[in-house]
């Protein structure tokens, strides 16, 4: 072997040798920074809480949050439902909210610690935050921060609609942080993070009335290179796109589409299965559609708007129909909608 090819070996070894080192140190410095970034406690009943580190969480001593939260009771139940049901823990002056789900299938098991552990990653304002969660053999709790003003179907739905209805503005705002929240998911985190039941009901409402999107019970991970995920058909009857009960395929465009309905029902004030549609043999997004092509669309605006700018509304109509678009290739993703939802905020007096 010539002089030059043992010194090309040796150059090339050593560069193999330093990527591998780099790598490993890599590796160990996750580990011991995921290590710091996590509160770890084990319960005598065989349970194990995780508590990720954070302003929040860091002047909470771990083994009373935990007391406290094996003591919750039905009086301190919150909300319930399919996906489970909700509590408020408060200690320290510091309120929680604390969602039990039972245990289920063994493959989705499998996955609730990996899938909590990305959700501790997330830090946007527009998204609820995991402060940790709890894993036992018969039931699991995920611990999130405390929306003061509930969920958004409250006010559209349920008994604040007439306490304190939405004006248009508030509506607005809604509408472009849950927008934010949700082109977060699909295009900033990594691995990108498909919701898969978006609805007035998973979108809460801070102390400001900002949106927080809530509940990933369905999200799905996917990897940058991905394009769909195959599950089997979840999510909530009126929000899902066409498309998904076809090919049983999860995309952000489905999310999408689940977004677009979300924006009808701040326009309208109508529920996508509103008893009249159901009567009508129609539904709210056929319904909106043929109000929008006779040109008609302030006519389907809830009631409820007193005052509002009619080109304004008009404009985030246009929206909410790119949204809706049957084909999902045509369809505007979450990136396009926020830009738009944004130009239109840019054009108010």
Not at 160 to 170: S, V, Y
Not at 176 to 190: M, P, T
Not at 222 to 249: C, I, Q, R, W
Not at 257 to 271: A, C, H, I, P, R
């Amino acid at each position: 072997m010539t002089s030059s090819a043992v010194l090309a070996l040796y150059i090339t070894i050593c560069c193999v040798a330093f990527i591998i080192s780099k790598i490993i140190i890599s590796v160990l410095l996750y580990k011991r920074w995921a290590r710091k970034r996590r509160i770890v406690e084990e319960s005598l009943s065989g349970g194990k809480m995780v508590m990720f580190r954070s302003p929040t969480t860091q002047s909470i001593n771990s083994k009373a949050f935990m007391k406290t939260m094996m003591k919750l009771t039905n009086k301190d139940i919150i909300g319930s439902g399919g996906y489970g049901t909700v509590y408020k823990l408060t200690i320290d002056d510091m309120a929680f909210a604390v969602k039990r789900l039972n245990k289920g299938r063994t493959e989705r098991d499998l996955g609730f610690e990996r899938e909590v552990d990305a959700m501790g990653d997330i830090k946007h304002r527009n998204i609820v935050t995991l402060h940790g969660y709890y894993i036992a053999p018969q039931f699991n709790l995920l611990i999130y921060e405390l929306m003061p003003n509930g969920s958004l179907d409250l006010f559209l739905h349920r008994r604040m609609r007439e306490e304190k209805p939405l004006e248009w503005p508030t509506r607005f705002k809604i509408a472009l942080g849950a927008a934010r929240g949700i082109a977060y998911l699909h295009h900033d985190c990594i691995p990108h993070i498909i919701h898969r039941d978006i609805k007035s009901s998973n979108i809460l409402l801070d102390q400001n009335m900002e949106a927080r999107v809530s509940d990933f019970g369905l999200a799905t991970l996917m990897g940058p290179d991905n394009t769909h995920v195959s599950t089997v058909v979840a999510g909530t009857f009126g929000y899902l796109a066409p498309e998904y009960f076809d090919t049983g395929k999860a995309t952000t465009k489905g999310d999408v589409y689940s977004f677009g309905v979300v924006l009808l029902e701040l326009l309208t004030g109508k529920q996508p299965t509103d008893e009249s549609f159901i009567e009508e043999g129609t539904k709210l997004v056929t319904w909106v559609k043929g109000v929008v092509e006779d040109r008609k669309e302030e006519h389907a605006v809830d009631s409820n708007l007193i005052n509002f700018p009619v080109d304004e509304v008009k404009k985030v109509f246009a929206v909410a129909e790119k949204c809706l678009e049957p084909d999902p290739f045509k369809r505007s993703d979450m990136a396009r909608v926020v830009k738009m939802l944004e130009e239109i905020n840019s054009q108010k007096v």
